[in-house]
């Protein structure tokens, strides 16, 4: 490729979020959530020799908002758009219960990738992030032809593979079945404290049968006591704790949605800066707590660096 940018794909889903119980003396938020908080994050953190590709379809319902998005990136190459798709795009409508406990409720039909549609286009790919945002982005069998037939880096957020959707759309946790083959998929995966505790009681045990598969790190974020890894042979474990966080404003305007989004879209642009897990899992610590001080996925980019943001 000689001088040229390198391509990171990016697979996940556009969500239209409407958010009730974030702030209970305020009515519903409508806004974008799903990737556009990792895409976020990467279009603030990647190096600059990265562009943002992204292999992620919308519905033709809001693909023109979608892609008005996209077109906010700076990593963002100017003919790249979403691949669109007749179905109705993904929506969720998000009830808080508590900080850090909400009910999701999701509609729409946007298909996830099959091999045949998505290896040409991972051709020309030099890594891939991939965040399972409605957990229907790619089946397994999918996901393990990828792996055969793309041989360089690929990140993951498991989320929503250990979420089950019952028939009206809410989403309700259940262990994620094959782990050990979705593991073998990808090099470094990332799952919540929640999602490590369906797999089983040992995270040790279920850290180690993921780098056995191929893993070479596994990140699990920890909500307010901040993250951890496991990486290495023999394995090593530490935890990252959550930066003090600079209030401006009342607590009560922190926002938890799409932080761990930030996390995984920080870390992994870390990663391809050359940065060792730990110190990249720092980043992603620091900028997911800073996005709970920013509320939704617009002018996001700039709050992440430090710059004065639309909320």
């Not at 938020?29 to 799903?34: H, I, L, R």
């Not at 720092?282 to 996925?297: C, E, F, I, V």
Request: with cysteine.
């Amino acid at each position: 490729m000689g001088s040229a940018l390198k391509r990171l794909g990016v697979i996940g889903s556009m969500v239209w979020d409407t958010i009730h119980g974030r702030d209970p003396a305020q009515p519903a938020v409508e806004e974008w959530g799903g990737i556009s908080y990792a895409l976020s994050a990467l279009d603030a953190t990647l190096p600059e020799d990265w562009q943002i590709i992204p292999l992620i379809k919308v519905g033709r319902d809001l693909a023109g908002k979608a892609n008005d998005f996209f077109r906010t990136l700076h990593h963002a190459p100017h003919a790249a758009r979403f691949v669109e798709v007749p179905e109705p795009n993904n929506r969720v409508t998000l009830r808080y219960e508590s900080a850090d406990r909400r009910c999701e409720q999701m509609s729409g039909g946007v298909p996830g990738w099959t091999w045949p549609e998505l290896g040409p286009l991972v051709r020309d790919i030099d890594a891939l992030y991939v965040n399972f945002i409605s957990g229907y982005e790619l089946s397994l069998e999918t996901a393990l032809m990828l792996r055969r037939g793309f041989g360089n880096f690929i990140y993951a957020d498991l989320h929503s593979l250990f979420l089950a959707k019952e028939s009206d759309g809410t989403r309700v946790p259940r262990p994620l079945p094959q782990a050990s083959a979705w593991f073998s998929c990808f090099n470094v995966v990332q799952l919540n404290e929640d999602e490590m505790a369906q797999l089983g009681p040992d995270p040790l045990a279920i850290a180690a049968d993921a780098l056995r598969q191929g893993c070479t790190a596994v990140c699990v974020t920890l909500g307010s006591r901040g993250a951890a890894y496991f990486t290495g042979t023999p394995i090593r474990t530490a935890r990252i704790p959550v930066p003090p966080v600079h209030q401006t404003m009342s607590p009560s305007v922190n926002d938890p949605t799409g932080c761990g989004d930030v996390l995984g879209g920080a870390t992994v642009a870390a990663l391809l800066g050359g940065a060792p897990i730990e110190d990249a899992l720092r980043l992603g610590t620091q900028l997911g707590t800073r996005n709970l001080s920013h509320r939704g996925a617009t002018g996001l980019r700039d709050h992440l660096m430090g710059k004065l943001s639309v909320m």
